[in-house]
């Protein structure tokens, strides 16, 4: 059996700290994968703290995971050994459910299986990409387009198609003014890919700081969010808000700021309820409040086709595996620009 070194959380207020596991052995319809980089989600941070109050210890995040083939089963079609792939949030799904048929594996009805924290039938449960390697069902692997850099493009595993989805299934494009609120790693890909489909795009920070990124990455305009006046400004503006913050926050000034009939999509999943929206909001306006889950394999890899033909990556820095406690700190303060990404050749 493969074996492999992570790093992994052994209880809710431990550090990350290196473990040993072993990987299976590639099924039939399986590829072992060498993992070469990983981003660093703020998912990862909160399952690790069990903040979402159901995390399986001990818990090896990470889900932006990019490598190498280098075994295969015999019933493997669609990858060979060498081919880069990717691999994201979910590694399998009942496969016959009406989502699953949809290509919508994420609302699965029997419950997608997670990257990690993932229940298994046998009782154990999935290890994430902070490791070596790792085994995964083809039918859930994803292929990089030509020559896209691997470091780069892992955090679009998760952070890309997060902010994909949504954007296409409420058919943002040309001719609609976008707010985007949060320009963290989800935040940051939402405008560079709403500014991709011709969207007007408005950023919302807590960061005055970052007013000048969120320009050179595809915003057009910039609101400072704890500004009351210029949030008043932009009331009855946006035709459609992503929401990525990952902290409770009063939603309420930011539904001020949809046209009638406009849509806030949530994506971040605090550890605490956010206090509102209130009705009111909504009825004045017949305004809605949305939520989306990452996206389905078919649509990962339309993303990732999407970003090719773009030349869309995400702005990355790279750190080393034992840097990663560290690095959650500095997420936390809202200090990554905009995403890390783990260098997994230093895990040894
Ligand atoms: P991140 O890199 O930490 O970015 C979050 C951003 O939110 C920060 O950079 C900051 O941006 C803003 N922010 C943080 N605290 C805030 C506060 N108290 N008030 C207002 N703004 C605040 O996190 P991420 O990796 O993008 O993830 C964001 C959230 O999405 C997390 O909760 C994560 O678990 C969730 N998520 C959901 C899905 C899904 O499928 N729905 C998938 C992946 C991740 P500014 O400095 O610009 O204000
Ligand atoms: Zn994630």
Partial sequence: MPSSLGYAASAADAALAPISFDRREPGADEVLIEIEYCGVCHSDLHQARDEWHNTLYPCVPGHEIIGTVTARGDAVSKFSVGDKVGVGCLVDSCGSCENCHDGLE??????????????????THTFGGYSQRMTVKQDYVLRLPDGMDPAGAAPL?????????????????????????????????????????????????????????AKRLGASAVVISKDRDQMKAMRGKLDFILNTVAASHNLDPFLDCLKRDGTMVMVGVPEVAHPSPSVGRLIGRRRSLAGSLIGGIAETQEMLDFCGEHGLLSDIEIIPMDGINAAYERMLKGDVKYRFVVDMATLK
């Avoid at 299934?169 to 940051?188: I, S």
């Avoid at 939402?190 to 007007?200: C, D, F, R």
Wanted: aromatic fraction near 6%.
């Fill in 106 to 123: 994420q609302f699965c009805d029997k419950g997608m299986t997670g990257t990690y924290n993932g229940r298994l039938p046998d009782g």
């Fill in 157 to 213: 595993l998760c952070a890309g198609i997060t902010t994909y989805s949504p954007l296409r299934h409420w058919k943002v494009g040309p001719g609609q003014r976008v707010g985007v609120v949060g320009l963290g790693g989800l935040g940051h890909m939402g405008v560079k890919l709403a500014a991709a489909m011709g969207a007007e795009v408005v950023l919302f920070t807590t960061s005055p700081g970052k007013a000048e990124d």
